[in-house]
């Protein structure tokens, strides 16, 4: 099975700061027949389901704003708030898909 | 608007099974995928497996095999999630979370469910 490592477990960064979340899986989910990426990235809030934000490494979901980015190849992957906002505290999740699916362990996102 | 509605919360004893419910709107169900994941109390999320609604296969976490049943009902646009033999660690919020695709399961989860709590107590 492929285990998702996240760092930090938790960071607080000033509004209007940024924020980068690192995810680190135990292989590769780069798929060579199609040079895709298999890894999402999600945003949970308290009481909330998971929320997607970005899928194939660094597409951003439909309607996510544009502050968050993801990059990252192969078993390195970033999520990046450019400019935290107020609405940004939530946990994060990285996700494989690559083989039976898993998650990281979750990075917890708070204002300074 | 794309839309999965779960069954309410349950609380079942140690032994016994448990039968979750996701209703899908605003989409051709059989033409996408439908994964569940478990979410245990200051746990990571956990995938339990998929169904292609279009046909009905279906993969399961080898760690859930032999306990749990994923299956669906095209009429009514509906996805079930079985899972017996429970014991207290199976005490979780279990999500329905559908895949952009119904050809595999090797895709991401695009709208979920708002989760169904199920309490395992003797």
């Known amino acids: 099975d492929i285990v998702m490592t996240q760092s930090p477990d938790s960071l607080a960064v000033s509004l209007g700061e940024r924020a980068t979340i690192n995810c680190k899986s135990s292989?590769?989910?780069?798929?060579?027949?199609?040079?895709?990426?298999?890894l999402a990235w999600y945003q949970q809030k308290p009481g909330q389901p998971p929320k997607l934000l970005t899928y194939w490494a660094s597409t951003r979901e439909s309607g996510v704003p544009d502050r968050f980015s993801g990059s990252g190849s192969g078993t390195d992957f970033t999520l990046t708030i450019s400019s935290l906002q107020a609405e940004d505290v939530a946990v994060y999740y990285c996700q494989q898909y690559y083989s039976t699916s898993s998650f990281g362990q979750g990075t917890k996102v708070e204002i300074k | 608007q794309v839309q999965l509605v779960q069954s309410g919360a349950e609380v079942k004893k140690p032994g016994a099974s448990v039968k979750v419910s996701c209703k899908a709107s605003g989409y051709t169900f059989t033409t996408y995928g439908m994964h569940w994941v478990r979410q245990a109390p200051g746990q990571r999320l956990e995938w339990m497996g998929w169904?292609?609604?279009?046909?009905?296969?279906?993969r399961y976490s080898q760690k859930f095999q032999g306990r749990v049943t994923i299956t669906r009902d095209t009429s009514a646009s509906t996805a079930y999630m079985e899972l017996s033999s429970l014991r207290s660690e199976d005490t979780a919020v279990y999500y329905c979370?559908?895949?952009?695709?119904?050809?595999?399961?090797?895709?991401?989860?695009?709208?979920w469910g708002k989760g169904t709590t199920v309490t395992v107590s003797s």
């Open positions: 292989q590769s989910v780069l798929y060579s027949s199609n040079n895709k990426n298999y």
């Open positions: 169904i292609n609604a279009g046909n009905g296969n279906t």
């Open positions: 979370a559908r895949a952009p695709r119904a050809d595999n399961s090797y895709y991401y989860m695009d709208v």
